[in-house]
């Protein structure tokens, strides 16, 4: 079955950095679009962050979020990932990829999801 496996998820300190790993089996993963969402409080909506389609490496960004956040994807590895930077307190949320076949900013649309990465911002 589809797998969706997150890492690299941890506490960092204000202004600091961290790079999500999604880990997919059971797809084709070079025929996904990939995508990262956080949930910031329980049981809010998963908000999105980005997006990656799979037949150009074109990118979707959130506003809020663009310039500090970078979505990549590497085929040959079956992952994508998400690389943060200047973090803060407000970006502390479980982290989640996503796997569909276009890239969409509604999480309702996505075909399979991982269990999430906990991303704590804190001094």
């Known amino acids: 079955q589809v797998q969706l496996v997150e890492s690299g998820g941890g506490l960092v300190q204000p202004g600091g950095s961290l790079r999500l790993s999604c880990a997919a089996s059971?797809?084709?993963?070079?025929?996904?679009?990939m995508a990262w969402f956080r949930r910031r409080t329980p049981g809010k909506e998963r908000e999105f962050i980005a997006?990656?389609?799979?037949?150009?490496?074109?990118?979707e960004d959130a506003e809020s979020m663009k310039g500090r956040f970078t979505i990549s994807r590497d085929d040959p590895k079956n992952t994508v990932y998400l690389q943060m930077n200047s973090l803060n307190p407000e970006d502390t949320a479980v982290y989640y990829c996503?796997?569909?076949?276009?890239?969409?900013?509604?999480?309702?649309?996505?075909?399979?999801w991982g269990k999430g990465t906990q991303v704590t911002v804190s001094s």
């Open positions: 059971g797809l084709t993963f070079s025929r996904y679009a």
């Open positions: 996503a796997a569909a076949r276009n890239t969409y900013r509604m999480a309702k649309l996505y075909d399979f």
């Open positions: 997006a990656i389609d799979w037949t150009d490496g074109r990118t």
